[in-house]
């Protein structure tokens, strides 16, 4: 069953030129209809954005909204979106995404062809760079109305007493929700912690009350910065095992999620995530 969701109209803020054109997500899970957004990071060699053209692959359901200020066309197979956007200026493009029942870690790809007033960028095949994409996410990797992705551990040496655990959630609902807590079998205690400057110096602090996960927002745990603490670990992180992790949230509840252990210096996720 479809689940209804109601978009408002996305602003725009300024942000330095970083990446291609691409979702705000990395997956979704089948047969459900989620909100997401185009990121057009900024414009074609100094020169503002007039239109973009976003190709639908076959077989996925999108419903797009247009930002203020900017007119939409939608056509089977495409949307069109026209107006003005400034080139230092980051567009942000609201949408409903529905993907077909697909085996999980199927790829969809969006080709988008972004008008400036002097050129045309294409961001697909042969173009400026890749296409936009989603791919199918595993169902178990939600609780609620939140996303769970790039679940991740490194590595530890033998007899260490700490690892430590990264991952990324998206809240695709209208309320804030909060990351509790976190377990895992082979760790005695596990707790939540940030990275704060404090007098010049980057210091580590239990994130008393929990990590609040702002709706419609995404949060990254990631090394250097807010992270899983494993605490008393009765065994090693082995690189390429993979373990259950389990998350509780204030109103999600609790979901056991598959953590991977990547290598002792591995870095984290796709790096298109937005707070």
Known sequence: MLRPITLTAALFCAAPALAHVSFDTRALPADQALAAALIVPHGCDGAPTREVRMTVPE??????TAPDGWTIAQVSGGITWQGNLPADVRG???VTVTLPASDIGTEFAFPTEQVCDTTTEVWGDGGAGPAPTLVTADPAMAAGDLLIGEVFARATLPGAPVGGGYLTIRNTGTTDDVLLAAGLDVAQTSSLHKMEMTDGIMR???LDGGLPIPAGGTVDLQPSGNHIMFERLTGPLVEGETLPLTLTFRDAGTVTVPMTVRAINA?????????
């Open 92 to 94: 942000v493009f609201p």
């Open 267 to 275: 870095g984290g996720g796709s790096g298109h995530h937005h707070h």
């Open 59 to 64: 077989g996925v359901r999108v419903v797009a």
């Open 204 to 206: 580590m602090a239990p």
